[in-house]
């Protein structure tokens, strides 16, 4: 029989537990602090148990500006405290509109201590560095994340968006090891997979968090990626007795990596229906067959 390449098991990340399907908050924008709250223990209760957010996250999405979706998470443990030792708490700093990007010491200190302030918690779990600021030197950056650690403010240091010399860079300069890089991965987003990322992760033991991994919604709608991959996700679709985007999920869960899919739905029972990403099997033909499907192209 095949095997079945899909890793619904928890990961590690550093020394914390995760699900495999994550909650991101980036459009966590209801006024509802109730409905909020309701979809935080839904989430958990699924098993999502890290939760990630940014600083920036409330600039788009109908939220009410810089650093809303960390105010509304901040909100929902005033009113339920108890939620706070059930997740791995993970946001993100370093974009600085219009900037955009700055990780000089000043305003990284004042950025994670702000975040601190509007979730309304004493630590941070996962600190990632949102983008690099191309005019950072990475000894500059990892002295001030080493600060903040040392200091209590955050327990462990990821990146998103960087590039493996990027990684390594400040990798190079940290007394600590990164535990995560947070890469926009799936079935219609291969880079990483040609990149060297993953395999990097692989390498030094970073839980890679992909963000997108629905493909910003068209691996859903079909729209703007090949008929090929469309109709490949639709054939394993059925054969699984799933919809499309519970296959496109189970893609990203099948690289031996173990990723981590961060979902950006704001609906329960969408959490529930991919929670069926974690039952169903593709193996190593299906795997392939969504690769050249989304490139176009055979394998060599």
């Known amino acids: 029989m095949p095997e079945n390449l899909v890793n619904a098991e928890p990961r590690p990340l550093g020394p914390f537990t995760v699900g495999p399907l994550a909650l991101g908050l980036w459009r966590f924008t209801t006024e509802s602090v109730s409905d909020a709250r309701s979809l935080v223990e839904h989430a958990l209760g699924a098993g999502c148990n890290l939760l990630d957010n940014a600083d920036v996250y409330g600039l788009?999405?109908?939220g009410r500006g810089f650093g809303s979706c960390e105010a509304l998470l901040g909100k929902v443990l005033g009113e339920a405290p108890e939620l706070r030792n059930?997740?791995?708490?993970?946001t993100k700093g370093g974009i600085a509109p219009p900037v955009p990007y700055d990780q000089s010491t000043a305003y990284?200190?004042?950025a994670c201590e702000a975040s601190l302030q509007r979730l309304g918690v004493d630590t941070i779990d996962l600190y990632q560095i949102h983008r690099p600021d191309l005019f950072a030197h990475p000894a500059e950056v990892a002295a001030t994340l080493g600060d903040l650690r040392q200091a209590g403010k955050i327990r462990e240091v990821g990146v998103s968006n960087f590039t493996v010399p990027q990684i390594e860079a400040l990798a190079a300069h940290l007394d600590f090891p990164l535990v995560s890089l947070q890469p926009q991965y799936s079935a219609a987003h291969l880079d990483p997979l040609r990149d060297g990322r993953l395999d990097l992760a692989m390498r030094d033991d970073l839980r890679p968090l992909a963000?997108?991994?629905?493909g910003g919604g068209s691996l859903v709608t079909g729209e703007g990626v090949?008929?090929?991959?469309?109709?490949?996700?639709?054939?394993l679709a059925?054969?699984?007795g799933v919809d499309r985007p519970t296959v496109a999920l189970a893609f990203v869960l099948a690289h031996p990596s173990r990723p981590v899919a961060i979902m950006g739905t704001q609906r329960p029972e969408r959490i529930d229906a991919a929670m069926r990403a974690l039952s169903i099997t593709l193996d190593r033909n299906d795997c392939y067959d969504l690769i050249e499907g989304s490139e176009g192209v055979p394998l060599p």
């Open 211 to 214: 963000w997108s991994p629905l």
């Open 108 to 110: 990284l200190t004042a």
């Open 226 to 235: 090949r008929p090929e991959l469309v109709e490949t996700l639709d054939r």
């Open 60 to 62: 788009d999405w109908g």
């Open 238 to 240: 059925e054969r699984e």
């Open 86 to 90: 059930q997740m791995v708490l993970a």
